[in-house]
């Protein structure tokens, strides 16, 4: 059973802050240096120049607000108001200001919430800063802009422990709704003597307890490079008992063809020695295209990574699996 960094138990928004305050504060024990760099990342490098320890807390009341975070540092202080919906409520960001003591060089409104901030609602923030307190300045993020900018100042070949925290927050933000961005992702899946298999019966298989966020393409990783991407038509679990597959959690209908490819796959897994008879999970791709998007990085990929198509090909609407293997070919990351 997976053991989760972050609780799941509500999509609240104390939950989210908390979960959010969490996962930066594992980065901040992991490594100041990384921490800095990646609040340097959502405030323009403001905060480069300090070293000293920062609190983390969640609830801070004084007399005029309760901020849902808030992060200390002598010199600058980040006040955190996050929302699960669209909009922010702006005589609470008004009390939220109180917060700020004048001494502090550097001051941050930060809001949080899963979507880009409307117009409107930007330009409200702005006029109340501006009447209340100038020396605040007001940064927008979301969850998705979170985990980029962690995943910017962290080594996929060697931050191992944080890969690991930043795949579950992302699991927990996909599984909250927090995220908005599943239609652009591509998750990179490390595959050797079963690449063939895989890409000849259009699926990859997991463990069930092994956690994974929501993305609409699965990239086959060998050899220093992604070979082959498919588009995910279901994710089921599946077991075999006397040789009858049993289908489980399955979204959409499973097709004679498909259940033949499991009950395959599930047989080819022997000479691996690997028994993925149950307790797996059946990633089911429409078709895998070969591609060549090679790894000139140092190391090898030791772990999924997942990549956002919007950021490979800024200009271009990715439409299909095939269209992606066709523009990946001969790209290098």
């Excluded at 009390?95 to 001051?107: A, C, I, R, T, V």
């Excluded at 941050?108 to 880009?116: A, G, K, N, R, V």
């Excluded at 330009?123 to 940064?139: A, L, S």
């Excluded at 990549?307 to 800024?314: A, G, L, V």
Aim: charged share 30%.
């Amino acid at each position: 059973m997976k053991v989760h960094y972050f609780q799941r138990y509500s999509s609240m928004e104390n939950v989210a802050t908390n979960n959010t305050l969490l996962l930066l504060s594992r980065l901040y024990s992991y490594s100041p240096g990384l921490f800095h760099s990646f609040l340097g990342g959502l405030a323009e490098n403001s905060f480069t120049k300090f070293d000293t320890e920062i609190s983390f807390e969640q609830q801070v009341s004084s007399d005029k607000s309760v901020p849902d975070g808030q992060i200390l540092q002598r010199g600058f202080n980040v006040v955190i108001e996050a929302k699960i919906v669209k909009k922010f409520n702006i005589n609470q960001i008004k009390n939220h200001l109180s917060k700020f003591k004048e001494m502090e060089e550097f001051q941050i409104m930060l809001t949080l919430s899963p979507f880009e901030l409307e117009l409107k609602q930007n330009e409200e923030i702005k006029q109340i800063i501006k009447d209340e307190n100038k020396k605040v300045k007001h940064i927008h993020t979301t969850f998705k802009e979170i985990i980029e900018k962690f995943s910017d100042v962290i080594d996929g070949n060697r931050d191992f422990e944080m890969n690991d925290i930043l795949e579950d927050y992302r699991e927990y933000c996909s599984k909250s709704n927090l995220l908005s961005n599943a239609e652009n992702l591509m998750r990179a899946v490390l595959t050797g003597a079963t690449f063939e298999d895989n890409l000849d019966l259009n699926l990859y298989y997991d463990p069930k307890d092994r956690g994974y966020s929501d993305h609409k393409y699965i990239a086959l990783y060998k050899d220093k490079a992604i070979r082959a991407v498919g588009e995910i038509y279901d994710i089921v679990e599946a077991e075999c008992i006397d040789n009858e597959l049993k289908i489980i959690n399955h979204k959409k209908v499973i097709s004679d063809k498909q259940i033949e490819n499991i009950k395959e796959a599930m047989q080819r897994a022997e000479k691996y020695n690997y028994d993925i008879t149950a307790d797996h999970k059946f990633f089911l791709v429409k078709e895998f295209h070969k591609t060549f998007y090679e790894k000139k990085t140092s190391g090898p990929l030791r772990g999924k990574k997942f990549f956002d198509i919007t950021k490979i090909f800024p200009s271009i609407n990715i439409k299909s699996a095939l269209q992606l293997a066709d523009m990946l070919s001969d790209q290098t990351w």
